[in-house]
């Protein structure tokens, strides 16, 4: 039996992808002992690894497939092929910025004054390259954590660091001095792996489905009874994925109207379907929408 080697990122990333699995269909149970999970698929079997290795075992085929930050693809310039970006939007995992920051009063003003400087960074490979793209010559040390304290402490001039919103930075006595990347989760495959048809046949069922699971998280569906004679009226109200459902209710003047729209917008949208009649709102959450 064809079996597709599939690798699940270690650490941040893994309880929000085993979730998203499990919306999606499959249901991956992890043991604190393995690296090796068990899936309710037994043509995927599923591997364990750091993010920040995931490229490599998918470039080297190791692994056929697996998620990683495009940010890791790029440290390892890694010849994989980037399936498709996933957007983790109801999880601390949306896009996020790698930034160049120095203390909040620092001399350092431009890229140019850090030359000869020292910057301290987990993704020491990607930031040489940038600096020596611009000719500016910087010493780039590897950072393994707590990277915001090398420059409070004196141990580096500048830090290149990954945030979301910059919150922590700042906290830290730093001020946020260029954006160097966006970065968010990728689905990745081995070149020789998604030109096999079966393996490929695969790894588009997951990205369907993955796909459809995130897009999901940001909708409910409404149902709801409404009497014929208002039905115009409701349906201008609703900002629906496509054209409402509407059948007529059994022996009676009244109809069943069903819907699939964003979660943020149902607060004020319920009190206006009220107003034009609806009768026995019900919101349901969705597990895919494709």
């Known amino acids: 039996m064809k079996k597709l080697k599939f690798g699940i990122p270690k650490g941040s990333l893994q309880n929000a992808t085993i979730a998203l699995f499990e919306k999606s269909g499959w249901k991956i149970n992890v043991n604190d002992r393995s690296y090796f999970p068990d899936i309710n698929d037994e043509t995927i079997e599923c591997n364990i690894c750091r993010a920040q290795e995931m490229s490599r075992y998918v470039e080297n085929g190791a692994l056929d497939a697996g998620l990683t930050g495009k940010d890791w693809i790029e440290e390892n310039e890694s010849d994989v092929v980037v399936v498709q970006d996933l957007i983790y939007s ?6 996020a910025r790698w930034v160049l920051a120095v203390p909040s009063d620092s001399r350092i003003k431009r890229l140019e004054d850090l030359k000869g400087k020292k910057i301290s960074t987990e993704l020491v490979n990607f930031t040489q390259r940038f600096f020596r793209e611009r000719n500016i010559d910087v010493n780039v040390e590897f950072s393994w954590g707590a990277t915001e304290a090398k420059v409070v402490s004196g141990l580096a001039d500048a830090i290149v660091e990954v945030t979301e919103t910059g919150s922590t930075i700042k906290a830290h006595g730093l001020k946020i001095l260029f954006e160097l990347m966006e970065t968010n989760t990728q689905l990745i495959a081995n070149p020789a792996s998604y030109q096999d048809k079966w393996k490929k046949g695969k790894i588009d069922q997951i990205t369907l489905l993955l796909n459809g699971a995130l897009r999901a998280e940001n909708m409910v569906g409404l149902k709801m009874n409404i009497p014929q004679k208002r039905i115009e009226e409701v349906i201008r ?10 059948a007529s209710l059994y022996n009676c003047n009244w109809a069943s109207v069903e819907v699939i729209v964003e979660s943020e917008t149902v607060r004020d949208l319920i009190p206006e379907l009220i107003n034009a009649g609806a009768q026995g709102i019900i919101e349901y959450p969705l597990n895919k929408v494709i």
Not at 90 to 95: E, G, V
Request: proline content about 12%; overall charge positive; charged content about 10%.
């Open 90 to 95: 109801k999880t601390s995992q949306k896009s």
């Open 237 to 246: 109200i609703l900002p629906s994925l496509n054209a409402p459902t509407v």
